[in-house]
Every structure is written in C-alpha cells, then in structure tokens.
C-alpha cells in the first residue's frame, strides 16, 4: 500500500470518526412505582433451584411488592412493554456517554418511595438515597424528575 492510499484511507477513517461523533441526547423516562401482587413462582414450580422445592418462597408465593413500572409518557396511562425475562426488574435506563438521563418518577404506592441511579454522574438532589436531597422521599401521589 503506497502513502497515498494510506493517507486517503486516514481521511476516511476521520471522516467517518468525525460524522460517527457523539451528538448527546436528552432520554427521558417515565416511571412509576406502584403496589402489585407478584408470584414468584407462576408455573407452580421452582424453576431455579428445583431440588429445593417450593418452601423457599414460604408459605405462599404470592407476596405485595412495590414494582417500578416504565410508561410511554407524561399521562402514565400506556406501559412500555418489558421482556418477559425481566420478571419483576424495574426498567432498564439506557443512554451513552455525554447523554443526559430524565426520569419523570411517579408514587403511585402507598409509602414514600425514590429512585437512585448507579453507574451515572449525579448531584445530591438526584441521588435519591439517604433521605438526602427531595428526590429521596416522593410521598405518595407525589412526582420527582
Ligand atoms: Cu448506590
């Protein structure tokens, strides 16, 4: 290869790295926490650890828990559809770098509740953990983004 044609090939290599560039998004989400009925084990049978029966769930294997469900948008009224594989996971937030995250959380359950993300840059009034910053305590009825 002679060095014209590897500097014609270094040129597309930019031109493709400098249109290829990163351009940050704005993704929003809207999700809501809500009280439900979830079956750890709706087939009836342990399908994890069969050899050690159903008694791992207790007595029952129907139990209230809260779950964070994903929502089209701002009416909270259509749920984004979840793989069936997620079980009872809430959803999965998906950016890449230099994007920015916007959750629209909504309590919907009966206790206050929050949502405190891993893996991203945050401030404290994002954090929703530790009773730190209003993001933290969403009181029933009440949204945070
Ligand atoms: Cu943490």
């Not at 008694?55 to 559809?81: A, C, M, S």
Request: proline content about 6%.
């Amino acid at each position: 290869m002679n060095t014209t044609c590897i500097k014609l090939l270094r040129l597309l290599l930019l031109t493709i790295m400098a249109t290829g560039t990163v351009h940050a998004e704005i993704r929003e989400y809207w999700v809501a926490a809500e009280k439900v009925s979830w079956n750890y084990a709706p087939t009836g049978k342990n399908l994890i650890r069969p050899d050690m029966g159903m008694g791992v769930w207790g007595h029952q294997l129907t139990y209230k828990k809260y779950r964070y469900i994903q929502y089209t948008d701002e009416t909270f009224n259509k749920r984004t559809p979840q793989p069936e594989w997620m079980g009872i996971l809430g959803p999965q937030i998906r950016a890449v770098e230099g994007d920015t995250i916007k959750v629209h959380f909504l309590n919907r359950a009966d206790k206050p509740l929050s949502m405190h993300p891993h893996g991203v840059m945050y401030n404290e009034q994002n954090e929703g953990a530790d009773m730190k910053g209003p993001g933290a305590f969403v009181k029933p009825g009440q949204s945070f983004t």
